[in-house]
């Protein structure tokens, strides 16, 4: 026999997920004494909703994550993360400590609760951003646990579980076999994709964010485009998808506002593929885009089997011969000026600093608008949270991702509005051994707001902190470096550099007003 607590670290551990993010909370407690005995591991986050967004970090570099929190108050804390993990299918699973089964079999009116004996209204809420969704009992935990995991898996979206607290310890039946993961739901039929080619003189295609949430897949895509000569370009959630070094590259398609190559070229297609992509307000510039919607086939993985729908097409007997322009990266920056440093300068020189194998996180904001649209250095692992855009998401997803990949190089560029939201969570880089490249960008509030409308208007201001104080204060073993100026700035970068065996914060000073050329022309200011 086997706990319902080993049952769930057993099967989540057999998808790669070995660590637990979350808050402890009275309706939850029993379950740590079993984690603390198993080779799991437990990361204490500073609130729910940053553990969400660790989870999500985590999930999208290790295939599949998970969080714990307590009913009621800890879990709608969470549901925000969840609803993000949901939008851009990313595998979680929500684990909830509940009340007692007899109290609810009672109605009775407990802590955490709306007072009312109802205890089904929190699942209700998660049952609209998750695939699955059940509360377990002892004879049916193993079933529903075990569909969570695979459902959430196969759908890479995520699932939820509730656990009465005097179950976490009740004992069940050893899994008698592995986890079905080796099935992914969805159409097959390439028939719509395999005509329009058949006809096409100008294809292109958009490989999307959800390629990269299955194991292999990104690599069978770069092949496609390799056999049938296919040019490429990307929205900007799904930067870095392919190799941006790659010949077939044009570069990121954002209307008005991103390469002109790939605008032009898109635009006047006669065969426009978005395999694993989502089209949305953003990247379309809220759907000005004039793409040839009537000869487009959107393969979403939701709507489709995408391992199944590009294993059929690598089987085509086709080669493309159409002219296109390979969109290049600029010059490697290597003077350095002492005037006060501009977002467009700053992150051009993050730019030249990553390398291959980095994990390079955007926070939704002004510089998603910036360095996003350039062409990164290949074999870049480029993460931003484009359709759902909660800000203060990257931070926590940049330590959860650190804490999945803790032998991989990991940068973040946060700005500070975005920043103060989710800081608190900083104590999990001297707390885990984390060894991340966080700079932060004082640029004195919602600059991307103030862009967009009310530049001068108090709405968009937030409060004046001194950011470089905030690790210690936290607890946070990191060199701090400031910088106002590009020539301060190529320092920073090479003490950076210099000490890779630890964690490093910079603070980066620009104007408030100082707004990309990507975000000034996506404004049209």
Same mark, same amino acid.
């Given at each position: 026999m086997i706990t319902i607590s080993e049952y769930l670290?057993?099967?989540?551990?057999?998808?790669?997920?070995?660590d637990i993010f979350g808050v402890p909370g009275d309706y939850n407690l029993p379950f740590f004494d079993v984690l603390s005995a198993s080779d799991s591991k437990w990361i204490g986050c500073a609130n729910e909703l940053n553990a969400g967004y660790a989870a999500d970090g985590y999930a999208r570099k290790r295939g599949f994550g998970a969080?714990?929190?307590?009913?009621?108050? &800890?879990?709608?804390?969470?549901?925000?993360?969840?609803?993000?993990?949901?939008?851009?299918?990313?595998?979680v699973l929500k684990i909830v400590g509940a009340p007692a089964t007899a109290l609810v079999a009672r109605g009775a009116i407990v802590h955490h609760s709306l007072a009312q004996g109802q205890f089904d209204t929190f699942e209700n809420c998660f049952k609209n951003?998750?695939?699955?969704?059940?509360?377990?009992?002892?004879?049916?935990?193993?079933?529903?646990?075990?569909?969570?995991?695979?459902?959430?898996f196969a759908e890479k979206r995520p699932a939820y579980i509730s656990i009465p607290v005097d179950l976490f310890s009740a004992e069940i039946a050893e899994p008698e076999c592995p986890l079905v993961l080796d099935w992914t739901p969805g159409s097959t039929d390439v028939s719509s994709i395999v005509e329009l080619l058949a006809k096409a003189e100008r294809p292109v295609i958009f490989p999307g964010f959800a390629l990269k949430r299955y194991a292999g897949l990104v690599a069978k895509v770069e092949a496609l485009v390799d056999k049938l000569n296919l040019p490429f370009a990307s929205f900007l959630m799904s930067k870095g998808v392919l190799n941006e070094a790659h010949p077939n590259n044009l570069g990121i398609y954002f209307h008005n506002a991103g390469s002109d190559t790939a605008q032009q070229y898109i635009e006047n297609s006669d065969c426009v593929i978005f395999l694993g992509e989502k089209i949305?307000? &953003?990247?379309?510039?809220?759907?000005?885009?004039?793409?040839?919607?009537?000869?487009?086939?959107?393969?979403?993985?939701?709507d489709f089997n995408l391992p199944a729908v590009v294993d059929a097409l690598l089987e085509l007997d086709l080669h493309f011969d159409a002219e296109f322009t390979h969109v290049e990266a600029a010059p490697i920056k290597t003077e350095f000026s002492?005037?006060?440093?501009?977002?467009?300068?700053?992150?051009?020189?993050?730019?030249?600093?990553?390398?291959?194998?980095?994990?390079?996180?955007?926070?939704?904001?002004?510089?998603?608008?910036?360095l996003s649209v350039d062409p990164q250095r290949a074999g870049v692992n480029y993460s931003m949270q484009i359709i759902w855009g909660a800000i203060g998401y990257s931070l926590p997803a940049t330590l959860g991702g650190a804490i999945a990949a803790p032998d991989e190089r990991h940068l973040l560029i946060i700005g500070d509005g975005s920043f103060q939201l989710t800081f608190n969570d900083l104590g999990l880089i001297t707390r885990q051994g984390l060894k991340p490249i966080i700079f932060v960008?004082?640029?004195?509030?919602?600059?991307?707001?103030?862009?967009?409308?009310?530049?001068?208007?108090?709405?968009?201001?937030?409060?004046?902190?001194?950011?470089?104080?905030?690790?210690?204060?936290? &607890?946070?073993?990191?060199d701090v470096h400031e910088a106002t100026s590009e020539a301060e700035l190529a320092k920073v970068l090479v003490d950076v550099s210099a000490a890779a065996d630890r964690a490093h914060f910079v603070v980066v000073k620009t104007d408030k007003f100082d707004y990309p050329n990507t975000l000034k022309r996506f404004t049209g200011k």
């Open positions: 670290i057993k099967r989540l551990a057999e998808v790669g997920c070995t969080i714990l929190t307590t009913y009621g108050v &800890g879990e709608l804390s969470a549901i925000n993360a969840i609803a993000g993990s949901f939008t851009e299918n990313v595998p951003v998750t695939v699955y969704a059940a509360t377990v009992t002892r004879e049916n935990a193993a079933f529903h646990i075990d569909a969570a995991i695979e459902k959430a949305s307000d &953003g990247p379309s510039n809220k759907f000005q885009a004039k793409i040839p919607y009537d000869k487009t086939v959107v393969v979403t993985s939701e002492d005037a006060p440093l501009t977002v467009e300068g700053f992150q051009k020189m993050v730019y030249d600093f990553t390398r291959a194998g980095d994990n390079l996180s955007l926070e939704t904001g002004t510089t998603s608008f910036g960008v004082d640029n004195d509030g919602y600059t991307i707001e103030r862009a967009i409308h009310g530049p001068e208007e108090e709405f968009n201001d937030i409060a004046r902190w001194n950011y470089a104080a905030i690790p210690a204060a936290l &607890g946070v073993a990191a």
